[in-house]
């Protein structure tokens, strides 16, 4: 009994004073994004806005790409998870289509995003959720305009070296952007790009 105690003491006094890094990064990559054509209002955590295109068909949406590119810092609590902290600026929107009208709506958003990294070997997990402020717009203007968005976000990436990497991630908005005749719409995002990690001096 003394010597399991003893054990396990040791056990979480090799937790306790485990070391705890940091290292800076960058990344940057290209957006698949778009509006989802129908959320049926599940998602939209605020009271719907007024019917904005109240008389028109069920809309369609398609795809725009465009790229992001970001700062951030890995707090690397052990060799199998750290939390990453990340500032990003993401360029995204979507196209619009009845059949008569298409629109095309250019959305830029400064992301600030919590992000769980879980690490096997070479490649690591990823699991977090994002707050996103409107900074900027092109051919957007419902009647009542979402300025911030609730996301959700995983995906993967696998270091290639010790400081470079690939990954792509999946973000799925939370808030309804825009409404149109009994529909909510909230942003459908794909991201494919690159990271490159700091090495700190010790």
Known sequence: ?????????????SLSFAQVTFSPGIRTG????KFTESDGGFYNL??????????????????????YIG?????????LYALQPEINYSRQGTIMKTSYQE?????????FQAVNKFYFNKLNVHAG???????????FDPYNKKSTDLGVLVGAGYDITKN???????????????????????NL??????YYTFTMKK
Request: aromatic share 14%; net charge negative.
């Open 103 to 111: 629109v095309k709506s250019e959305l830029s958003y400064l992301s």
């Open 46 to 67: 605020f009271e719907a806005s007024d019917e904005y295109w109240a008389n028109e068909e069920r809309v369609q949406t398609s795809y725009i790409t465009d790229f």
């Open 189 to 194: 995002l794909f991201q494919a790009g690159i």
């Open 164 to 186: 470079f990497g690939v990954e792509a991630r999946f973000k799925k908005g939370l808030i309804s952007q825009i409404k149109t005749t009994s529909e909510d719409h909230t």
């Open 71 to 79: 700062a951030f810092g890995t707090i690397r609590f052990s060799k």
């Open 30 to 33: 290209v957006n698949f994004a």
């Open 129 to 139: 959720v994002s707050i996103d402020f409107l900074i900027a717009d092109k051919n």
């Open 1 to 13: 009994m003394k010597k399991t105690a003893l054990l396990l003491f040791a056990l979480l006094a």
